[in-house]
């Protein structure tokens, strides 16, 4: 056996190829080299190469868009900017999970920029608005509660100068809450903790407590949902 | 596994299809992608159609404008170059006699 053989099997075997396998494939194209008299670098390429293609054509193909798949979060204030950021360093969303994260991922041969829109969707109205936004080139890539997410190659609008050269590395984390979301946070807190302080300073008893503390949440979930669908309902 | 292969297929040809639906006259991603479904290739995503695009307008195949709409933000429209219209006449009949070997192969395996 010559040395390029030797070399292909013994890189088949580092790359977890089991032996008997690696022994029939390298005999199988031994013979093949032998009935044609072919110098088998010449026929195959260099070992490592043809090695590399051999072991990725046994990995299940999936394998290659797990690894660049890249799960993020943001808050329903911060999210549409991070879709536009990301999208501009080429990250497609794929889905919305379960936990409504964004799962996306980026080509790492031909990255590409993209752009998103968030649709804010009544009850069974999703089909409309996807045939409506379709001829535009905006496809279906998530939904959240009442929210329907599209994305759109850059391309379509800008052309080659969509394609990106050099994407930056993915960002270190993947959550992203603004201090808006924050701010609702505090305010959230402050709603149950307000109503217990005054009723807690005055005579009242433990069932005023949480008859105060309970409306006082409600006013504000209810004041804090009317400010966000109406902000929704206001940007394009 | 049978969608896989159609996806690999389709990689390879795909920049000709792309150039034969603009013989008959210009057109938009949306529509190019909607006329290659309807002709029985399945849904082509934006992310698959548009790097094709991109690649035959830096080839000079396609010139490309981008028009504002009525409404929304506007289409950019593929037009085959005379460049273009070369290429797919020449690369076009490569294909059709690697359809045909195929096919004879195919044939001499049983298949119809």
Same mark, same amino acid.
């Given at each position: 056996? @010559?040395?390029?053989?030797?070399? *292909?099997?013994?890189? *088949? !075997? ?31 390429? %260099? ?36 879709? $536009? ?18 799962? @996306? ?11 998103? !829109? ?42 080659? $100068? ?15 809450? @603004? ?10 807190? *402050? ?10 300073? @005055? ?32 940007? %394009? | ?22 013989? #008959? ?32 307008? #830096?080839?000079? &195949?396609?010139?490309? #404008? ?39 192969? &195919? ?6």
């Amino acid at each position: 056996m @010559s040395g390029y053989f030797d070399e *292909l099997s013994t890189l *088949l !075997r580092a790359g977890g190829v089991p032996a008997e396998q690696v022994e029939a494939t390298v005999s199988d194209l031994a013979a093949y080299v032998a009935e044609t008299g072919a110098d088998p670098e010449e026929e195959f390429g %260099p070992a490592g190469d043809f090695a590399g293609q051999l072991l990725a054509a046994r990995r299940p193909e999936a394998d290659a868009a797990d690894a660049t798949e890249w799960r993020w979060t943001a808050d329903v204030f911060a999210e549409r900017q991070m879709l $536009a950021r990301l999208g501009d360093q080429g990250w497609e969303v794929d889905r919305v999970d379960h936990l409504g994260r964004f799962v @996306s991922h980026r080509d790492p041969e031909r990255p590409q920029r993209w752009e998103y !829109r968030r649709e804010l969707v009544p009850p069974g109205g999703a089909g409309a608005l996807v045939a409506r936004l379709a001829p535009d080139g905006w496809e279906p890539c998530g939904t959240w509660i009442c929210f329907e997410y599209f994305k759109r190659p850059k391309a379509a609008s800008v052309g080659p $100068a969509a394609q990106l050269e050099s994407p930056p590395a993915a960002p270190g984390r993947n959550v992203f809450f @603004s201090r808006r979301f924050y701010l609702v946070l505090a305010v959230l807190l *402050l709603a149950l903790i307000v109503p217990g302080i005054i009723l807690g300073s @005055s005579d009242g008893d433990a069932a005023d407590f949480y008859a105060g503390m309970t409306v006082g949440v409600c006013v504000a979930v209810a004041v804090l949902t009317l400010m966000w669908l109406w902000t929704a309902r206001r940007r %394009p | 596994m049978a969608t896989d292969r159609r996806a690999s297929w389709l990689k390879g040809v795909l920049d000709l299809l792309v150039l034969a639906s603009l013989t #008959e006259g210009e057109n938009y991603g949306y529509e190019i992608a909607k006329m290659l479904a309807g002709s029985g290739l399945g849904q082509i995503r934006g992310g698959t159609l548009y790097p094709v695009l991109n690649r035959l307008e #830096e080839a000079g &195949l396609v010139s490309a #404008e981008f028009r504002v709409t009525e409404r929304g933000p506007g289409r950019r429209y593929y037009r085959l170059t005379e460049q273009g219209r070369q290429t797919l006449a020449e690369q076009g009949r490569l294909w059709l006699a690697f359809d045909e070997s195929v096919r004879t192969v &195919l044939a001499s395996g049983g298949l119809k």
